[in-house]
């Protein structure tokens, strides 16, 4: 005598409905701007006594990432001027970026 086995009932999921409405607002996950400063360039600095020095900036987001020796550079004053205006862009995007999730995270 052959043993039955099941009933097999095949499950199919219900229609799918809107998703229920979010009152919590969902973690946030997302990340701070970030820059791996894919490329560098040696500019001009004036350090805040007055000092001009030789260093890496990046172009993307105008990290001064490293000095570089003076006479190291063929032409010092050929450089181009450390671009401040790109450092504070850059600055500004960060800053709004946790003011907006401060906000996110308030409301
Ligand atoms: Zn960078």
């Given at each position: 005598m052959a043993e039955v086995v099941?009933?097999?009932?095949?499950r199919v999921p219900g229609p799918v409905g809107p998703?229920?409405?979010?009152?919590v607002p969902l973690p946030d996950t997302s990340d701070p701007p970030?820059?791996?400063?894919?490329r560098t360039e040696v500019r001009r600095m004036r350090q805040s006594n007055g000092v001009f020095v030789a260093r890496t900036q990046c172009l993307t987001c105008g990290a001064g990432i490293q000095n570089v020796r003076k006479?190291?550079?063929?032409d010092f004053d050929a450089l181009p001027a450390f671009d401040e205006p790109l450092r504070e862009a850059w600055r500004s995007r960060v800053d709004r970026y946790y003011a907006d999730r401060r906000a996110a995270a308030a409301s």
């Open positions: 099941g009933p097999f009932v095949l998703p229920p409405p979010r009152h970030r820059c791996d400063h894919p006479d190291s550079v063929p």
